[in-house]
């Protein structure tokens, strides 16, 4: 409903916008949601420094590794000989060193296997369901097979036995000699351990066809936990969930194979004269200069090589080298079809291998596309953080589903049907995998945070950096997280099973929504919302940059973000990041108001369409009708002036008064009450609790619209409902909330005013049995299509 302004408003109307959020009831409540983080975070000092840089004494460790290992295929089982030289730059003695035992999370009686929960489902159990439910260990282990890192040796460089105590994952080492600040130890640890099946992050995956196995190994080799200024040694147990806490080195490690396998691994193998074939060698040279992928590796020589006519092939050893790295992985198999080519992603003369390695399983999808979504991965990462440093960057086709990631190659899925047929799921979840898996090389490969404790720190903003790359690869790609509609459900579910993002890895449930996709839609609004995107693109890159190669925490990166940008973002970080609350905003009512403008001609106007509305319709019709049958319809005498008196006429003395009411009024005053403006009085209701920006959509009478965003701050004297007056020339007709889904509400019910009813779709059937629906590119011909989504 419209209300009319009394002309002294006018003298307060500059400050409406100000009073109005002032508090006003005793529903005021004061809340701290814009207070700073304060010591939430931790103090700074000279290793880290309060903008969120490293500090000038910042240290980090570092361990080189020369590792020796074989696979033996037979027996699917990996035996290895390493020697590490540790570097003690931190300011301290240390006595003892920890190893990373990865392996033992497999061990029948290991802290993995013990922690694990479940229930027998009276709807019946499959016999390795029941075997992982006895023995607490993942179904797709053997329960005959003893799983886990034999440690044969551990001795220091004179050949002398060092004393270790295993805890589950972890390893202690005990030094005869403290280590002092500056000074480095080599120590040499030999290891075996059996594979286990391919389980999202390492293993085998058997072929029953043609009876080969793929190998993906990675945690494969003891590892040395990082020692750092805000943990000390980082010793965290690895129960499956939370990945991996590491630190750089150089590693030069020699892996022997079958000598039909061929391998991928992380860093540049140094000896591809003695372990290729010349055909194969002349590839790899024309790879070099080709602007599409070349086969290096065909489908044909996989094929033979996989039927194993030879069948005592002998051995090949491969021997890679891989500087500044934090980790090694490396696959081989001999039903590997390898593609390759040299680009130049950057346009600044430096030159960077993009690779493939896939069975004949994964085509035709990989032939077409894993090569050019690796290098699309490093040009658009690359644009927004860091040129990507190393030689290489590989994708090695492992299984359906999922993927992992380890510096310079990665192990992931999206795999077509026997046929050859795949769907459209299948394609994209397939190009999404790689580039998110890929991308890992720049968060946590090398801005190297803790995963086994910050999760989000590497899964979010890779996730998020995911998102942006896929849109540039395919405007209309079906993107699986980052906008801000794909998290409402989980942040609307049930409080009892909500982390804040906060969290430590092994403790979240449901890791995927929390740790990737919540994280990275919060980075997203950032960008699109509050900060704007060049705000946001300068202080993002600034914080890859500072921490390249480094060890950053979470207040490092929430620092730098401000730091950058000047942008104050504590509330944004308590709420995303601290808390579990939703994002509900409710527009409770819209108050309409005009200023009485004291013209007689609008005025007195607005009066008689007024009275006229009052009079109501039918009694207007039944008067009309009625008019000749009065007293004074009948009787003239009757009538007198007030009979004829027109109350809505503009007099001279109306236009007298007016004249002078305007005489008094400045320039500024005058145009607002000429202008006619409307004046609306929104009331917003924090329902859901997570402060965020106000954007409202006004639709106005004319059929044009426009938006207004307001920021968070909006909420900062009463985080529950505020009231803000919003000025228009033309009359709106509909309101509306967060209009292009920009916050993440939860419900958009209420975003409305007046309320906008939408209906629940539901279909109506025939009583007969439902046909699957055709796959369209198979019925217009279009092409090899025809399974369901993977990803």
């Given at each position: 409903?419209?209300?009319r302004?009394?002309?002294?408003?006018?003298?307060?109307?500059s400050?409406?916008?100000?009073a109005?959020?002032?508090?006003t009831s005793p529903?005021?409540?004061?809340?701290?949601?814009?207070?700073?983080?304060?010591?939430?975070?931790?103090?700074?000092?000279?290793?880290?420094?309060?903008?969120?840089?490293?500090?000038?004494?910042?240290?980090?460790?570092?361990?080189?590794?020369?590792?020796?290992?074989?696979?033996?295929?037979d027996?699917?089982r990996?035996?290895?000989?390493?020697?590490?030289?540790f570097?003690?730059?931190?300011?301290d003695e240390?006595?003892?060193?920890?190893m990373?035992l990865?392996?033992?999370?497999?061990?029948?009686d290991?802290i993995?296997?013990?922690?694990r929960?479940?229930?027998?489902?009276?709807?019946?159990?499959?016999?390795?369901?029941?075997?992982?439910?006895?023995?607490?260990?993942?179904?797709?282990?053997?329960?005959?097979t003893?799983?886990g890192?034999?440690?044969?040796?551990?001795?220091?460089?004179?050949g002398?036995?060092?004393?270790?105590?295993?805890?589950n994952?972890?390893?202690?080492?005990?030094?005869?000699?403290?280590?002092?600040?500056g000074?480095?130890?080599?120590?040499?640890?030999?290891?075996?351990?059996?594979?286990t099946?391919?389980?999202?992050r390492?293993?085998?995956?058997?072929?029953a066809?043609d009876?080969?196995s793929n190998?993906?190994?990675?945690?494969?080799?003891?590892?040395?936990?990082?020692?750092?200024?805000?943990?000390g040694?980082?010793?965290k147990?690895f129960?499956?969930?939370?990945?991996?806490?590491?630190i750089?080195?150089n590693?030069?490690?020699?892996?022997?194979?079958p000598?039909?396998h061929?391998?991928?691994?992380?860093g540049?193998?140094?000896?591809?004269?003695?372990v290729?074939?010349g055909?194969?060698?002349?590839?790899?040279?024309q790879?070099?200069?080709s602007?599409?992928?070349?086969?290096i590796?065909?489908?044909?020589?996989?094929e033979?090589?996989e039927?194993?006519e030879?069948?005592?092939?002998?051995?090949?050893t491969w021997?890679?080298k891989a500087d500044?790295?934090?980790?090694?992985?490396?696959?081989?198999?001999?039903?590997?079809?390898w593609?390759?080519?040299l680009?130049e992603?950057?346009?600044?003369?430096?030159?960077i291998w993009?690779?493939?390695?896939y069975p004949?399983?994964g085509?035709?999808?990989?032939?077409?596309?894993?090569?050019?979504?690796?290098?699309?991965t490093?040009?658009s990462?690359?644009n927004r953080?860091?040129?990507?440093?190393?030689?290489v960057?590989?994708?090695c086709?492992?299984t359906s589903g999922?993927?992992?990631?380890?510096?310079?190659?990665?192990?992931?899925?999206?795999?077509?049907e026997?046929?050859?047929?795949?769907?459209?799921?299948t394609?994209?979840g397939?190009?999404?995998?790689?580039?998110h898996?890929v991308?890992?090389?720049?968060?946590?490969?090398i801005v190297?945070?803790?995963?086994?404790?910050?999760?989000?720190?590497?899964?979010?903003?890779?996730t998020?950096?995911q998102?942006?790359?896929?849109?540039?690869?395919?405007?209309?790609?079906?993107?699986?997280?980052g906008?801000?509609?794909?998290?409402?459900?989980y942040?609307?579910?049930?409080?009892s099973?909500l982390?804040?993002?906060?969290?430590?890895?092994?403790?979240v449930?449901?890791?995927?929504?929390?740790?990737?996709a919540?994280p990275?839609?919060?980075?997203?609004i950032?960008?699109?919302?509050v900060?704007?995107r060049?705000?946001?693109?300068?202080?993002f890159?600034?914080?890859?940059t500072?921490w390249?190669?480094?060890?950053p925490?979470?207040?490092?990166?929430?620092?730098?973000?401000?730091?950058?940008?000047?942008?104050?973002?504590?509330w944004?970080?308590?709420g995303?990041?601290?808390?579990?609350?939703?994002?509900d905003q409710?527009?409770?009512?819209?108050?309409?108001?005009?200023?009485?403008?004291?013209?007689p001609e609008?005025?007195?106007?607005?009066?008689?369409?007024?009275?006229v509305?009052?009079?109501?319709?039918?009694?207007k019709?039944?008067?009309?009708?009625d008019?000749?049958?009065?007293?004074?319809?009948?009787d003239?005498?009757?009538?007198d002036?007030?009979?004829?008196?027109?109350?809505?006429?503009?007099?001279?003395?109306d236009?007298?008064?007016?004249e002078?009411?305007l005489?008094?009024?400045?320039?500024?005053?005058?145009?607002l009450?000429?202008?006619?403006t409307n004046?609306?009085?929104?009331s917003?209701?924090?329902?859901?609790?997570?402060v965020?920006?106000?954007?409202?959509?006004?639709?106005?009478?004319?059929?044009?619209?426009?938006?207004?965003?307001?920021?968070?701050?909006?909420?900062?004297?009463?985080?529950?409902?505020i009231?803000?007056?919003?000025?228009?020339q033309?009359?709106?007709?509909?309101?509306?909330?967060?209009?292009?889904f920009?916050i993440?509400?939860?419900?958009?019910?209420?975003?409305?005013f007046?309320r906008?009813?939408?209906?629940?779709?539901?279909?109506?059937?025939k009583?007969?049995?439902?046909?699957?629906?055709?796959?369209?590119?198979?019925?217009e011909g279009?092409?090899?299509?025809?399974?369901?989504?993977?990803?």
């Amino acid at each position: 409903m419209k209300k009319r302004l009394l002309p002294f408003i006018l003298l307060l109307i500059s400050i409406a916008s100000v009073a109005q959020q002032l508090p006003t009831s005793p529903n005021f409540k004061a809340n701290d949601r814009f207070e700073q983080l304060g010591t939430i975070l931790p103090t700074p000092n000279t290793y880290r420094a309060a903008s969120g840089a490293p500090g000038r004494e910042y240290w980090q460790q570092r361990a080189d590794y020369d590792i020796k290992a074989e696979l033996d295929d037979d027996k699917r089982r990996i035996t290895g000989s390493e020697t590490i030289t540790f570097f003690n730059n931190s300011p301290d003695e240390l006595k003892y060193i920890w190893m990373q035992l990865d392996q033992n999370l497999f061990k029948k009686d290991g802290i993995g296997a013990t922690s694990r929960t479940g229930t027998v489902s009276e709807k019946g159990m499959s016999v390795a369901q029941l075997q992982a439910m006895n023995t607490g260990r993942g179904s797709s282990l053997d329960p005959k097979t003893e799983y886990g890192y034999e440690i044969k040796s551990i001795k220091d460089k004179a050949g002398k036995a060092l004393p270790y105590t295993i805890n589950n994952t972890m390893m202690r080492i005990d030094l005869p000699v403290a280590m002092k600040p500056g000074t480095n130890l080599a120590f040499s640890v030999d290891w075996a351990y059996n594979i286990t099946e391919y389980y999202g992050r390492s293993g085998y995956e058997f072929f029953a066809k043609d009876g080969n196995s793929n190998y993906f190994i990675a945690h494969w080799f003891p590892r040395l936990a990082p020692y750092d200024d805000v943990n000390g040694w980082n010793h965290k147990q690895f129960l499956g969930q939370g990945e991996f806490a590491l630190i750089f080195g150089n590693y030069k490690v020699a892996i022997t194979v079958p000598a039909d396998h061929i391998v991928a691994a992380s860093g540049e193998c140094q000896n591809y004269a003695q372990v290729l074939t010349g055909a194969q060698k002349q590839r790899l040279k024309q790879a070099e200069t080709s602007k599409t992928p070349v086969i290096i590796v065909t489908q044909t020589e996989a094929e033979k090589a996989e039927k194993r006519e030879n069948k005592n092939p002998g051995k090949k050893t491969w021997i890679y080298k891989a500087d500044n790295v934090r980790d090694f992985a490396f696959a081989s198999s001999r039903k590997f079809i390898w593609d390759a080519m040299l680009t130049e992603p950057y346009k600044n003369g430096r030159k960077i291998w993009s690779m493939s390695f896939y069975p004949k399983e994964g085509n035709p999808l990989w032939e077409q596309y894993s090569t050019r979504a690796v290098e699309h991965t490093l040009k658009s990462y690359g644009n927004r953080t860091f040129e990507y440093p190393y030689p290489v960057a590989i994708s090695c086709h492992a299984t359906s589903g999922g993927g992992m990631e380890y510096p310079m190659i990665s192990f992931n899925g999206g795999r077509p049907e026997e046929d050859g047929t795949y769907s459209e799921a299948t394609k994209y979840g397939m190009i999404g995998v790689i580039i998110h898996e890929v991308g890992h090389n720049f968060f946590p490969m090398i801005v190297n945070s803790d995963e086994r404790q910050w999760a989000w720190m590497d899964e979010g903003l890779n996730t998020f950096c995911q998102y942006l790359a896929e849109k540039e690869w395919d405007y209309n790609y079906p993107t699986r997280r980052g906008e801000p509609n794909q998290i409402t459900d989980y942040m609307s579910s049930d409080p009892s099973v909500l982390s804040p993002i906060m969290s430590s890895a092994e403790n979240v449930i449901g890791l995927g929504p929390n740790a990737y996709a919540k994280p990275a839609t919060a980075l997203n609004i950032l960008r699109e919302t509050v900060m704007g995107r060049e705000l946001f693109d300068h202080a993002f890159k600034e914080y890859a940059t500072r921490w390249r190669f480094k060890s950053p925490t979470p207040s490092d990166f929430f620092r730098t973000m401000e730091d950058a940008s000047g942008v104050d973002l504590d509330w944004f970080w308590k709420g995303w990041f601290y808390g579990t609350e939703p994002v509900d905003q409710d527009l409770v009512s819209v108050d309409w108001f005009s200023i009485d403008t004291q013209n007689p001609e609008i005025e007195k106007e607005l009066a008689r369409k007024e009275a006229v509305r009052k009079q109501g319709t039918i009694s207007k019709q039944r008067d009309l009708a009625d008019k000749a049958n009065t007293v004074v319809g009948q009787d003239s005498t009757m009538a007198d002036f007030y009979n004829t008196y027109d109350p809505f006429k503009v007099t001279n003395a109306d236009r007298q008064r007016y004249e002078q009411y305007l005489s008094g009024l400045s320039q500024n005053e005058r145009d607002l009450i000429q202008n006619n403006t409307n004046f609306y009085t929104l009331s917003v209701k924090n329902k859901g609790g997570l402060v965020m920006p106000v954007i409202v959509k006004m639709e106005f009478e004319d059929g044009t619209d426009s938006t207004a965003t307001f920021p968070a701050e909006i909420w900062r004297f009463n985080d529950g409902q505020i009231n803000k007056v919003i000025t228009t020339q033309k009359k709106v007709v509909q309101w509306t909330l967060d209009p292009y889904f920009q916050i993440a509400d939860i419900d958009t019910a209420n975003n409305s005013f007046p309320r906008v009813a939408k209906p629940t779709r539901f279909q109506i059937f025939k009583q007969q049995q439902l046909r699957r629906p055709a796959n369209p590119m198979q019925t217009e011909g279009a092409g090899k299509l025809g399974t369901t989504p993977r990803n």
